[in-house]
């Protein structure tokens, strides 16, 4: 009978339960300091600073929403970032 194939990893290798018993006899004999660390970022949103963010959600009319588009993308920046920017002036001149 075929073992059985979880997956592929990056390199393509298949993941088999021979891999995972591997992984986890690794895992119990432990790792040395920073040798699962320093890796290159993989996919996903990128920090935006040491401190911990929040998200929210604000409704727009579909004018705005098209206006803040069409305005961020003339700056060169996400949307989020001319949010951000317009709630900084705000509160800063209040």
Same mark, same amino acid.
């Given at each position: 009978?075929?073992?059985? %194939?979880?997956?592929? &990893? +990056?390199?393509? +290798?298949?993941? &088999? ?19 699962? &660390? ?14 911990? +963010?929040?998200?929210?959600? %604000? #409704? ?7 206006? %803040? %588009?069409? #305005? ?6 996400? @949307?989020?970032?001319? @949010?951000? #920017? ?9």
């Amino acid at each position: 009978m075929a073992e059985h %194939v979880y997956g592929r &990893t +990056k390199a393509g +290798k298949p993941i &088999t339960d021979a891999t995972i018993d591997g992984w986890a006899d690794d895992a119990d004999r432990g790792y040395v300091d920073g040798q699962l &660390t320093g890796r290159k970022r993989g996919r996903g949103r990128p920090p935006l600073g040491d401190k911990a +963010k929040s998200v929210g959600s %604000v #409704r727009l009319e579909p004018d705005l929403r098209d206006e %803040v %588009v069409a #305005r961020a993308k003339a700056d060169g920046v996400t @949307v989020s970032e001319l @949010v951000r #920017r317009a709630l900084r002036k705000y509160l800063r001149s209040a």
